[in-house]
């Protein structure tokens, strides 16, 4: 575990991964929208603990007692020297076993926004760049959250191919900034920013599993995962539901649900 170098601040750590992709264009810019794969939704994600070594020792142990489970120690993937929870590729026993599990973790928050993909909106406010598209999707999903000059922030990202330290820290600074305006004494706010392999942070796993059963619900109707870990979330932002009336912003006190929200197209 890394240093507090503020030992007079409260520490939060923050897990950030996303489901899906921000892209609209292939090879050659050969547009992908409609096309067999095409992934509609880009969602981003963060679990914030305080105790951060107490949720990375519990996916430990949790992971080493799956791996001695009568039901699954023979399930080839769980014996590579590398693996760890990841919902799109774990065998579905252990993926029944780690929802069950997260359904009972405590200690952590859970924050999402659904980026819906519009072409005419993608050219238009992110200038048709994926990577601008991306990480708007980041700021709305920090904005609120780095806003106590008591606390120390560590911020960690899941490492994608197009990302750079440079424009995820430009999201962090742009959600400091939209939230400083706001109390009449400019808060001080202490962070850092750091891209990591999720392979090597247990907590990413979290994160992963929590989008992909919110993936799965938005676009296959499979509520199944969804349901175990729906109270989990603090907060869901469906961020471009423009044509909701009522509101797309979804709390423990009004759960997302795809009867609330508009059509996903």
């Known amino acids: 575990m890394e240093e507090n170098i503020y030992p007079r601040h409260v520490k939060k750590h923050i897990f950030i991964d996303e489901c899906g992709n921000p892209d609209f264009f292939g090879h050659r810019k050969k547009i992908l929208v409609g096309t067999e794969g095409f992934q509609p939704l880009l969602i981003i994600g963060a679990v914030m603990t305080e105790n951060r070594k107490e949720l990375r020792r519990s996916i430990e142990e949790f992971g080493a007692e799956m791996k001695k489970d009568p039901e699954c120690k023979d399930i080839y993937s769980l014996q590579k020297p590398n693996w760890f929870f990841h919902a799109r590729e774990d065998h579905p ?20 926004v659904i980026g819906r993909k519009d072409i005419g909106r993608f050219r238009a406010k992110h ?49 400091i900034d939209r939230d400083n305006k706001r109390p ?34 938005i676009l296959r109707g499979e509520r199944q995962y969804y349901d175990l870990v729906k109270d989990k ?23 997302f649900d795809l009867d609330k929200a508009s059509p996903f197209q």
């Open 184 to 217: 009449k004494k400019p808060q001080s706010i202490k962070y850092q920013c750091d891209m990591v392999m999720s392979s090597a942070y247990p907590e990413m796993s979290v994160v992963d599993y929590f989008l992909w059963s919110l993936q799965r619900y």
């Open 127 to 175: 200038n048709g760049n994926a990577n601008e598209f991306y990480f708007d999707i980041l700021y709305h999903l920090l904005k609120d959250r780095l806003s106590r000059e008591d606390t120390y922030y560590q911020v960690f990202l899941s490492q994608r191919q197009k990302s750079n330290i440079k424009d995820f820290s430009k999201s962090v600074e742009k959600a």
């Open 93 to 112: 026993k252990v993926k029944d076993k780690f929802f069950a599990f997260l359904s009972g973790l405590t200690g952590f928050k859970v924050f999402v």
């Open 233 to 255: 979330f603090s907060l869901i932002i469906d961020l471009y539901d423009t044509d909701n009336d009522k509101t797309n912003y979804y709390s423990k006190q009004n759960p």
